[in-house]
């Protein structure tokens, strides 16, 4: 993953050749609306198979399987929510924009290939850091959501200390954080030397919105996605990272039914949304998705 510039729409992926789009986008109606209509939460046996229900079906059979950390603070619905994170985040933002826009509510991402992250490499935090006050000043949301990043490295108390600082950054425009822990992933090869920093990362973010419950929420994706990189139900492409899709969509579902848990609302159906016009896009062809 290179690190690119951060941009506040989500065309900001570099377009890759056209190869193998007709692949990734020939998802069919029902495909993919039975993969949210399989949405496992914290079933353990990292099988989509194993699970019928939908992500708010289980959430309401098993509450604490994807409860946040504290309370809901001052966290409403939000009018303008600010999407951050690294490139698995750019390809989340897709459906996430989708999902919540079908619930009235305006996505903004700045999710970043390369980047995106408050904590680890300094170029790549500082870009982060300086793109966020921008962002905070241009489009005022109410609510942003932060994605843990593959870059958020660092010692748990470095780590905890960052989150804070996200947390107060944010509480100072007038915004609600939620901080969201990120899908399993390969952590052999170049993220070798940081497995330990990964690991920690989520600890965390949960203790540094344990300290702050009126500004900050938490949600634990562990319950969608499972902790096996390698299971089903994480849902990883061919890359072993990202998500296609099936994967991403799965996730919009499951996050703006948390996002409604947290605020109150009822999210929109996902028939409504599943298949739109970004399942087409180019961030999904160099997935080879299919």
Known sequence: MNHMDHTTDLDHTPRPARSGMRRAT????????????LTSCGNGSGSTDDAAATGA???????????????????????????????????????????????????TSMASDGGGGVLGPTELSESTWKALADQLKSVHPDTVAYQI????????????????????????????????????FDTSGFYADHKA????APG??????????????????????????????????????HSC?????????????????????????????ANGEWTKSDVFAKLNCS
């Open 26 to 37: 020939a998802l069919s109606a029902a495909a993919l609306l039975g993969v949210l209509a």
């Open 57 to 107: 079906d289980a959430a309401r059979q098993d509450p604490s399987a994807s409860a946040p950390a504290t309370g809901t603070g001052t966290l409403k619905k939000p009018a303008k929510l600010l999407w951050m994170g690294d490139s698995i985040a750019v390809g989340e933002a897709l459906p996430v924009t989708a999902a919540l826009k079908s619930s009235d509510i305006a996505v």
């Open 149 to 184: 990043t593959t870059y958020d490295w660092g010692s748990p108390q470095e780590q905890r200390q960052g989150f804070e600082k996200l947390i107060a950054t944010v509480k100072a425009a007038g915004a609600h954080l939620v901080l969201v822990t990120p899908p399993p």
């Open 197 to 200: 920093d990964i690991d920690s």
């Open 204 to 241: 965390a973010a949960k203790a540094a919105v344990a300290a702050h419950p009126a500004d900050a929420s938490f949600l634990d994706a562990s319950a969608l996605w499972g902790t096996d990189a390698t299971a089903p139900q994480a849902q990883r492409s061919s890359d072993k990272t």
């Open 245 to 273: 899709q099936q994967g991403t969509a799965k996730f919009a579902q499951w996050f703006s039914t948390e996002l409604g848990r947290l605020a109150g609302f009822s999210p929109a159906d996902p028939k409504g949304w």
